[in-house]
């Protein structure tokens, strides 16, 4: 069981029952998206309570992920965790190369153009499949104006720096995109 200051990451969710011996399908935000079977001790919070689980078995099956977790053993079971999303302890993400960023790093910095021009925060990330992830930037009240941008997250094209410290990131990027 985690204490009340163990910090979660979410690494994906449940998004279905798969079978009748308690398997479930899980949606992996994971790159690649097996990765999250390598946390063998997942946390799942649903409706605000966060319980600790471990993962019995998984695999890829077809576009996603299918797992069996210790404890879930029929349908009803896992049809009752089903919308849960899927948390580990932060602590527990292996360390990253220099100039490697982990999403929630990346979510909520202030985006600014080259001309120093601020265009907001980062709201989310998300994957545009094999091609890149795009950053989803909401204008606030500091920004040029309140408009949400979808900006491709390429490095040494539209990502010029990440700033993890100074909580910044500087893109190539026009405002009136």
């Known amino acids: 069981m985690a204490d009340s ?8 969710k449940i998004n279905g029952a798969y079978g009748i011996k308690g398997w479930v399908k899980v949606y992996s935000y994971t790159d ?7 946390y063998g001790k997942w946390f799942l919070r649903r409706d605000g309570k966060v319980k600790p689980v471990e993962v019995n078995r998984g695999r890829s099956h077809g576009k996603g992920m ?3 977790l210790v404890g879930c053993e029929d349908r009803n079971a896992a049809e009752a965790i089903c919308g849960s999303e899927i ?3 932060k602590q527990d993400l292996p360390n990253l190369e220099n100039g490697e960023f982990y ?4 979510v909520g910095l202030v985006v600014i153009n080259q001309d120093g021009v601020r265009l ?5 990330m998300m994957s545009a499949g094999s091609a890149h992830d795009v950053m989803i930037v909401d204008g606030d009240t500091d920004s040029v104006d ?5 900006i491709p997250f390429v490095e040494d094209v ?8 100074e909580q910044r990131i500087v893109v190539d990027w026009d405002p009136e995109f």
């Open 120 to 124: 907001g925060t980062v709201k989310e």
């Open 5 to 12: 200051a163990t910090e979660f990451v979410v690494l994906g």
């Open 158 to 165: 539209y990502v010029k720096s990440v700033d993890i410290a």
């Open 32 to 38: 690649p998206m097996d990765r999250i079977l390598d």
């Open 87 to 89: 948390l580990v302890a």
């Open 146 to 150: 309140r408009e949400q941008r979808l």
């Open 66 to 68: 299918v797992a069996q």
């Open 103 to 106: 999403w929630f790093q990346l």
